[in-house]
């Protein structure tokens, strides 16, 4: 019920990222670099573009670095600070090992020295990010995360719903990727198809013919709010 009522909630935010064209043609420019082969970019820019704080991302491959590299190049270099979350500290390592800012001057050099680290697993930064947002000054840097899970199939109900409560407090833009490949996590309950239920955005990655598609799903109308909860559980 808790997720329900923030995906609800969520919807009444305007999460729209404003992208400079020179932003992302400066991109475009790092391309012989390898990090943002393919389209990436443009999967990324659709994705930040989009008014929705909450985002689902399906996709079909075993690596997400080109993607989430994309991401993160696109959103800070528009002023935005991007976290990439993983279900274990090695899968962690292997993003900060693999994924690292690349600022564009001296003002988004020193700026990102005061930046946390890339990647951190959800159970660190469940604790770390509370003691963020429950700081007086929250109300100055709402809006400013993007936070990017990664194997959003993995998650268990009440993972889902601390990081969608922190995350509501900020007003973090979200963005769930999910292979659509991969088994489902251990964890009880099944959050991302909540999720779709609810009516979050969803962007699948068509790789045959190389479009993204973007849709929200229809949600169907249950009068009784504890029959709704559950047919989403």
């Not at 009444?12 to 932003?23: Q, R, V, Y």
């Not at 970019?41 to 989009?50: D, W």
């Amino acid at each position: 019920k808790v997720i329900l009522d923030i995906v609800d909630k969520s919807k009444s935010t305007n999460a729209e990222i404003h992208l400079k064209d020179k932003i992302i043609d400066s991109i475009s420019e790092n391309v012989s670099e390898g990090v943002l082969e393919g389209e990436a970019k443009k999967y990324a820019i659709n994705v930040l573009q989009s008014k929705n704080r909450l985002n689902l991302i399906e996709h079909r491959s075993a690596d997400n670095t080109e993607l989430a590299s994309a991401i993160l190049k696109l959103a800070e270099s528009s002023g935005k600070t991007v976290r990439i979350l993983s279900p274990n500290r090695m899968m962690t390592n292997d993003i900060n090992e693999n994924i690292k800012r690349k600022p564009n001057n001296l003002w988004q050099w020193l700026v990102s020295l005061g930046k946390p680290e890339i990647g951190d697993s959800v159970a660190g930064f469940k604790h770390k990010y509370k003691e963020e947002v429950d700081l007086p000054l929250l109300r100055f840097r709402q809006g400013r995360d993007v936070i990017i899970v990664n194997n959003a199939e993995t998650l268990g109900c009440s993972d889902m719903q601390v990081l969608l409560e922190l995350t509501e407090k900020s007003k973090a833009k979200m963005i769930f990727l999910q292979d659509v490949n991969a088994k489902q996590g251990f964890s009880e309950g099944n959050p991302i198809e909540t999720l779709k239920q609810a009516g979050i955005e969803t962007f699948k990655i068509d790789t045959r013919t190389d479009r993204v598609i973007s849709y929200v799903p229809e949600l169907k109308t249950i009068q009784d709010s504890d029959e709704r909860t559950k047919q989403l559980a």
